[in-house]
C-alpha cells in the first residue's frame, strides 16, 4: 500500500508514538506485508525468528519491538506493539469510510457496463467496460475490475483478510488495506468471495473462470487462463501461475505455489508447492498416476492381513 504522498520517517513515528532510528527525513512511501515489500516500505516484525528476515528485506524501514543495529541504508521504528502500530498505520492511510449510498460517487463505472438492481460499490471502484455484475454482488472500497468482467449474483469482493494474532485475551486482527484486482476477461460465478490484501493485491488474471462457491483468500495471485471449480479453497498468500486447473473441492494452504498448467483433480489438498504441467490427486497432493496406484493398492489390503493372520 503507497501512501498519497512521500511521508519522513519522523512524521510516521509521530502518527504511532514510537522511538526511531536514522535521519527525521528519511522518506517512507508505503507499507506492506513481508512478501511484498518495496524499497521505501515499511514491513512489520514481532519476534527474533524472522528479524532477520525482515532487516534484510527489501523494506527500507523495519517496525520492529527491539533495538537492533540498523542496516546500512534503512531505518527502525522502534515499538512495545508492532502488530498494534501496523494496524494504527493502516487506520491512518486507509481508514474504513462508511457508505451513503449503494453506488459510491467517487466509484467509476465504464461505458456499456451493466449494473443489476441491489448492487453494492463502494468508494473508490473502478469498473471496465461492458462488464455484467448481476444483482445482490457487493464490491468493497478500492476494487479494480477490468473490461468484459461477469460477476454473478452474492459474490463479495474485497471481505477483510482473514488473519489474527493470538493474544491472551483473544484473537487481534490485522486491519486490511489492500484491494481486490479482477484484470480483463474474467468470469466470478455466483456466491464467491475474494478477500482483499492485507496492504497488497489479491489478483485474478486475465481470462481465468471461477465457478461458483470459491473462496480466495487475501494477497493471493492467480494468473491467466485459469480454471477453478465450485467449492475450492483457496487461502491467503498463495501463487497459482497461468493456464492452472483447479477442480471441485480443491483445498489449498498458504504461502504455496502452483506452477502454470498444473491441474488439480477433485477434492484434493494442496500443502506443499506443485510443479508445472503434471496433474495432481490427494490429500496431500500427489502426482495423480501414484496416488491411483496407492489407492488400488487398499483393495488388496484386507486379503493380505487375512493372510497374515
Avoid at 478477500?195 to 493485491?201: L, N
Amino acid at each position: 500500500m503507497k501512501f498519497p504522498k512521500l511521508h519522513t520517517l519522523k512524521s510516521v513515528a509521530d502518527i504511532i508514538g514510537s522511538e526511531y532510528v536514522g535521519p527525521d527525513d528519511f522518506p517512507v512511501h508505503g507499507m506492506n506485508e513481508i512478501h511484498v515489500v518495496e524499497p521505501g516500505d515499511i514491513v512489520f516484525v514481532d519476534h527474533p525468528k524472522y528479524y532477520d528476515k525482515a532487516l534484510e528485506s527489501a523494506a527500507t524501514v523495519v517496525l520492529i519491538n527491539k533495538k537492533v543495529d540498523c542496516p546500512e541504508g534503512k531505518a527502525l521504528l522502534i515499538s512495545d506493539d508492532p502488530f498494534r502500530d501496523f494496524n494504527r498505520l493502516t487506520q491512518h492511510f486507509r481508514p474504513f469510510t462508511s457508505a451513503s449510498s449503494a453506488v459510491s460517487d467517487t466509484a467509476k463505472i465504464g461505458e456499456g457496463t451493466v449494473i443489476q438492481p441491489n448492487v453494492f460499490i463502494g468508494h473508490h471502484v473502478t469498473i471496465g467496460k461492458n462488464c455484467v455484475i448481476h444483482a445482490n454482488v457487493a464490491i468493497y472500497d478500492n476494487a479494480v475490475i477490468g473490461d468484459n468482467v461477469t460477476i454473478h449474483s452474492g459474490t463479495v469482493l474485497g471481505a477483510d483478510a482473514f488473519y489474527y494474532k493470538n493474544r491472551p485475551e483473544g484473537f487481534d486482527k490485522l486491519l486490511s488495506g489492500g484491494r481486490v484486482v479482477i484484470e480483463d476477461d474474467v468470469c466470478l460465478g455466483a456466491s464467491c468471495t475474494i478477500d482483499k490484501g492485507v496492504t497488497g493485491d489479491t489478483t485474478i488474471g486475465k481470462g481465468t473462470k471461477i465457478d461458483n462457491q470459491v473462496h480466495v483468500g487475501h494477497d493471493t495471485v492467480i494468473g491467466k487462463k485459469c480454471l477453478i471449480a465450485a467449492q475450492t479453497g483457496i487461502a491467503g498468500c498463495v501463487v497459482i501461475e497461468d493456464e492452472v486447473t483447479l477442480w471441485g473441492q480443491v483445498g489449498i494452504r498458504s504461502d504455496v505455489k502452483i506452477a502454470s498448467k498444473a491441474v488439480v483433480m477433485a477434492q484434493s489438498g494442496v500443502s506443499k508447492s506443485l510443479e508445472k504441467g503434471k496433474q495432481y490427486f490427494g490429500t496431500p497432493a500427489q502426482e495423480a498416476r501414484e496416488a491411483m496406484k496407492n489407492l488400488a493398492g487398499i483393495r488388496f489390503l484386507p486379503e493380505i492381513i487375512k493372510k497374515l493372520k
